[in-house]
Every structure is written in structure tokens, then in C-alpha cells.
């Protein structure tokens, strides 16, 4: 049989039954619609949570005490017997490759002005913190370059906190209250929102010195370390240790580089994507076993036919070919269907719903007409063989 | 037609096509097991969770320094220093109100243990007897820290049970010593194994007096306060006394956060509800999907069966009898299916729950009833357009076409 006549013939065949067709692509196009929309739904958290994340960079390394991990923190940042200290953090900025090493340690803290109080996050930072984590001061400056150990009293304020307290005024100069000692603003950071559940901007920045004898602690929580993104990150993470074992005599601290969060970070959400796209994934087997219902009540059907076809000299290996074909091409169309209905309702979604992040990968749509092109494939061969295995007298004679 | 003849007509039906009829079953089974198995998985999390929590102890309150003016943090995550700690003074003074029965002051951190040459970093928690009976902890040899003035420590600990074997092998650890830090304790009891609660892991802490636990860790400030209201109507005046009682201490500021253990156990219920709602629904559009196959499947009978049908409106059969017929056949079907995809999905709970004994998989009750009625109505509302489809034709071309 020529190609063009095994075509003609397939199209035949599906167009001589349109409903039937139909419903039977529909089945498929469910199946991949809802794995397709599900997965650019997942893809789309996961480019989030990514950007999330890498608005600070990617060459961050942090470097906390202790090297116990529960609930994804160090539970050296709480109380540790063996603490980091901020000549540690300087100490880090002789390490091979690295940029800006920068204490820091965080709280809870009051805040006061002119009679207005205030609880924010506390951060005790060192004069880098802004560069580290590549956030931007919008009036005003950061905390200026001076020693960490003996900083003056000087406060940089989150965009909530300068507009509770100040409004449309200029905060530079004014001198606040916190925890009691005063401070004077030096600058606003420029907003940028809830990351993860906390509010950047409710937040204080103070010099770390001073933010540690505030809480009368010994021990900083994290050294944020950034490091030339052209440098091999094992070599990075071996300079920090080497220098920081050769300070403590031992390897009592935990050193986590952004890019390993994010590969965890990852995995974790690729793991849910695909066991979600998984569940969606068992109508496109419905729509499997659909395609094989209507096949084999096809090849009941058009006995008389295939009986004729290999009287005419016919192979069985066409007869085959002719039904492998059909669920195939069936699945084909259905998922193509599938692949429009799931992309329109994913279009949709963003826009009813611009919170919610959605993205279609060229790859996965690709992906998904595989898939549907592969379970009508796998649906086919039982009609097929059927159909094939007929003899041709006696399926001549059924008419 | 009687309702047995219907049922009669529609069983010869099912019977007649076996091979589509298995077809068909197992499209609607798949669709019923998926959705019987998935929500089993999601509420099986979601009793384990709630274990999970209850386990911590009951009528808990958490009091934890600091304070956050924007709502939607998590409090949990609430972690850092404050200007002015929450201390042991201020734990003790919560003995003053009426609707707390006990608590427990919490100090934790990392520490370096050592016993002989081994060293092991665990976390250190520090604390008074109290906990044992808040948290509903088990001593399996020895006991428990020692009642008495919490301002005052002696060189005690009671450590898991995976740090005891750590440290001193098969040899037992009762009675000996070890150190943390600069400083010594002798083991005076063994927790009983728990395995992990919620990310920490009590067989492998150790647990100091809080005076020793203050004194390692340089620091006045306490991590948490456990507090046990009296009963469950308590909790809520064990929350505003202890912020009134802490408030008064702090010089009028509200500066410490109390969380209670329902708040927190609602809101992982509300989250893991609607989950496991979320994933039965995606899986329920696998029956959708069977739906669309009975609904071609019956088309085609309609096509097949024109004679039959022709022949039964010629002896008198009405327009509805006919429908009836079709639903009664879809829907013999439908239940055919349901209970297939109901026995595979217990099935699959069972090798779920072999497989991890821990969890309590468990189809939810609506989920057993919603599988099965969505379907059959699926089941029924496909079959409505070829139902009337064959309700229409006309007796006599049907009867005179071939």
C-alpha cells in the first residue's frame, strides 16, 4: 500500500464516523489539557520561587554556626557553645575568590518616633549587606564603610517603616529610637515586598556590632559570603572552611551555597509538578482505553472490509499498519485538542489570576503529543492485531 | 416495563458486549481508584500531621519572644533576638494565673557533646521536670530531670536514646559522664524512642537543667515557653493571661507572641483539606474522560442496535421507556465500575499502608461516596443525547433499513 493511499484511507475512515472521532480525540484532549495545565502551573511556581530567590543573587554562600539543620535553618542561629564572630565574617574576606563577606544577625525589635512605636524586623548588618544581597537604597545611603566592631549609630529604615513613621517627609537625619538607644536614619531601602511570607520592608537595619550588644549576644546567626560568579564553587567552599577551621580548630559551622537551596528547592517542586501531572495523567489512560474500545468495535464493524483488502493482497503487516495508524492518528488530534484547551484555560488563568504563576514550556507541549501519540500507539496494537490476524474467507463471508 | 424487566434488558445488554462492557469497567474503575487512592494518600498526611501535633502535647500554648506587626508570617518562623528577653522570671511569674496547670521554660542550641573520645553535635535542649509531662515524653531507663527550683541546676542530663548509643555503644550510658561545652553533666535517663516529630527528632537531643542550658549557651534569654492551660475552654484566658501577665513584666509592651497549638493544628488542617480536595478533583477528571467513552460506546449501540430498538417501539415501547432502558444500562455500568475502582483502590491503600506503617492512609468518607456518584452522574449525563438519540428514532425506518 502507498503512503498516500494508507492516509487517504486512515482519513477516510475517521471522517466516515465524525462524532465517534470526536469524542474519542475529546477523551485524549482531557487527559492532556488538564496534565499540560497542571504542569505549566507547577512550572510556573517554580520559576517563582527561583526569582524569589535569585533577586538576591546567586553567588551567595551563607555560612552559620553549628551544623545541626532542622526546619531548613541552623539551630546555631538560635544558641550555639560554639559561635561566629564578626572578626570570623572579616576573616572571610581573605578567602580565595570572594567578594563581600558580611555579618549578620537578626531580631525583633521596637522601634520608636515622636511617640509612634513600632515592631519590626530587626537586622544587624555590616556595611555590605545592600551589596550582597543586591538591594537597592532608594534615599540616602547604606550603612557607610567603617569598622564593624566600633560602628556608629546609624539606621537605615525598610520603605514601610520610613513611610509609617515619616509619610511624605524626609527621614534623613531624623533620630529614632531602638530598643531603647537612638539612632539616626541615614537612608530608605527601596521596597521590595514579602519574599516568602516576610515582609522585606517592615525591617531595620542597624550596624552589627551594635545590633548584637543589643541582644546581648556572643554569636552572629549567618556570614553572607558572595563570591566572583566565574569562580568554581567547590574551590570557594573549601577557601571558607580552610580559613575557618584554621579560627575554630574544627568544622563547627555549616556552609550552604544559594545554588544548593535552589537545586533543593528544585528537586522538591519537580517532584510535585511530576506526581501532580502524574494524577492528571490517569485520564489520558481513560482516554486510552477509550481508544481501544472504539477501535476494536471498529474492527468488528468493517470485518467485511479488511476481508476485502486482503483479498486484494492486502499484508497483514498494512492491515496492522492501517489501525496503528488510525489510534495514532486519533490520539494525535486529541492531543494537539488538548494541547490548544490547555494553553487557552493556562492563558486564561493568568489572566484572571495574575498572582498565580503560569508557564508553558515549549518543551512540555512537545512532550505531551508524544505522550498522547504514544498511549494511542500502545491502545492500537490489540485492535490491530486483531484486525491483522483475520482470516480473509471467513471475514469475507461475515457480510 | 417493569423495573426487573429493565433491569433484565439492560443485563443482557452488559452481558452481550462482554469485551466492551470489560472495556468500559475498567475505564470507570481506573477513574474510582484514582480518585479512592489519592485522597486516601492526602488524608492519610493529614491525620499524620494532626498525630503529629497532638502527640506535642494538649491545650498547648507556645509563647515566644518578639513580636511582628505584619500579619501572614508564619509566628513559627519567628525566630531571632529581642531587645528585652523573655526570661525565666517571666515564666515563672505565669504561675499566677488560674488557667495554667504547668509549663515548661525552653531554651535550645547546638552543642558539641563529648563522652570519652566520641564527639557528637546534637541539639541541647534546656529545660525543667515539667516538659515530661507537657510534651508527653517517655523515659525508658533512669528518669527524668530532677524536680525542684529551676533558678538552680545540677550537673544532670537525660539524652535520647540514638545519642546514648552513639556515644557509649552497647555499654550503658546510665550513670556516666559526658560534656558539653566546657561543662560537665552525668546521664541520669534515657528518652524512650519517639522518632521524629515535625522535623526534630527527640532520640537524638539532649536535655540539661535549664540553669546548666543558660549557662552553656551564655544567655538569660528563653527560646519558648510551653504552657498547659488547665482544659480546652482555658486555653483561651491561659492566652490573655499570659500576655497580661508578660506585659505588665515588659513595662507595658506587648512584646512577646502566644500561639496556641489549635490555631496552628487549624490552619495545617484547613491546608491539607483543601489539598487532598485539589488532587481528588484531578484525579476525578479521569472519570470525565469515562464518561465521554460510555457516551461514544452507547452512540454506536444506538447505530447498532437501530432494529432492536425499532422492533421495541413497534410492540408499544414508549419514547421514555427507551431512554430508561439506556440509563439503566449506563448506569449498571457506571456502579459495575465504581465498585471495581472501590475494591482496587482498598487495595492500593493496603499496600500503601504496608509499605509505611506510619501513616494512617484512609480514604475520607466523602471521597468514598463523591467517587461513585460522580460516576454514575456522569455516567448518566453522557447518556443522555444517545439516550435520545434512540428514543427518537422512528419505528418504521428503523425497522425497514438494514
Redesign the interface.
Known sequence: MQLADFIRFTYGSLRSHR??TF??A??IA??IA?VIL?TSIGEGLHRFVIAEFTQFGTNIISVA????Q??G??????????PLSIEDALALKRAPYVQVSDPV??????VKYFGKS?????YGVGPDFAEALKMRVAVGEFLPQEDPRSARALAVLGS?VAREFFGGDNPLGSRIR???ERYRVVGVMQSKG?VL???LD?TVFIPVARALE?????SL?EIHVTYDPTAPLVEVEQGIKRILIARHGAE?FTVTPQQKMLEVFGTVLDAITFA?AA??G??L???G??I???L??AVAERTSEIGLLRAVGATQRSILMLFLGEAALLAAIGGTAGLLLGWAIALLLQLALPALPVHTPWSYAVLAELVAVAVGLAAGVLPARRAARLDPLEALRSE | MRLTDLLDFAWQVVRGYRGRTFLILLAMGIGVAAVVMVTALGEGARLYVLNQFGSLGTNLLIVLPGRSETAGAMPGVLVGKTPRDLTLEDALALKRSHAIRRFAPLIIGAGDVHAGTRVRETPVLGSTAELMAIRGMEVALGRFLPEGDPRQSQPVCVVGAKVASELFGARPALGEWLRIGDRRFRVIGIMAKQGESLGFNTDEIVIVPLAAAQALFNTEALFRVLVEAKSREQIYYAKQDVEEIIRLRHEGERDVTVITQDAVLATFDRILRALTLAVGGIAAISLAVAGILIMNVMLIAVTQRRREIGLLKALGATGRQIRLAFFTEAMLLAIGGAAVGLVVGELGRNLATQLYPAIPFQAPWWALVAAPATAVITAVLFTVVPARRAARLDPVQALSRR
Open positions: 462524532l465517534r469524542l474519542t475529546l477523551g482531557v487527559g488538564a497542571l554556626p553549628g551544623r545541626i532542622t526546619h535553618a541552623s539551630l546555631g542561629g538560635v544558641n550555639t557553645v560554639r544577625v537578626q531580631g525583633n525589635a521596637d513600632r515592631r519590626v524586623t530587626l514601610k531602638i530598643g531603647g514579602q511570607g516576610f515582609d517592615d543589643m541582644f546581648n549576644r556572643e546567626m563547627d501532580v494524577i492528571g490517569i485520564s489512560i481513560v482516554g482505553v477509550g481501544l474500545t472504539i476494536i468495535i
